[in-house]
């Protein structure tokens, strides 16, 4: 999941928001060794943190259909998980890279759902908004300074980039469909004489594709419906009561 929220944000950034510009997108650690390597205009993501989103986490069971409308799996509910990306632009000059934070800013103001046509792997698959924010305050104990002190570098101009992503959370394939024949009995509980039978009414029932038979017998509760030869053996007697 992490990866396919890397590769929509570099989608997003490269086709729509620094088209043309020829700015590259990278997603390295801002350290004293990296930006003396670096030549080249560059806007760099670097993800410094991942937690659980835990306002977003749901109870209960998801059924998964087939085209019949049959049940075949049960997912839980998907986790949602929050990454947040240091967000800097590296060039020669402050105000070059003032303009290019610029240009981050407005061109993902736009966008409080990543795109759907950026999604990819599982994130397409479970069909949900992924929600983006742009400079959003740091939680709790997420000083952005703090973050600049860790990588050795020194402080500067950032956006804080906030991603929150689902995860599956798990598929379990449901039981098949239960076949078995059913007897549904009703007794007259009157209160007549002894002497007197009990009256019963015995309904069998109908599957698709089977043919009833005048005076066909009910098959009893717990047996499985046979075919063929053994279709066409005598039932068994009566259940004693």
Partial sequence: MIHEVDDALQSLLTADVLAGTGV??????????????????TVNLF???IRESVVHRQQGRVPEYDADGTTVAIHSPPRWFALSYLATAWTKRPQDEHRLLSVLLAGLLPHPVLPADRLSGSLRALGLAVPCDIA????????????????????????????????????RVAAPP???ALLVRAVDASGGPLETPA???VRRPRYEGDREEPGAPAVPVGTRRVRGEAARRPPPGPVPR
Avoid: I, Q
């Fill in 136 to 171: 959003r305050p740091p939680g709790e104990g997420r000083a952005l300074a703090d973050v600049w002190s860790a990588l050795g570098g020194e402080l500067k101009p950032s956006l804080d980039l906030v991603v929150t992503a689902p995860l599956s959370a798990g598929r």
């Fill in 47 to 49: 993800l410094y943190d």
């Fill in 24 to 41: 590259e997108v990278v997603f390295e650690a801002p350290t004293r060794e990296w930006a003396a390597r670096r030549n080249a205009p």
């Fill in 199 to 201: 009256r019963e009414e």
């Fill in 178 to 180: 239960v076949t078995d």
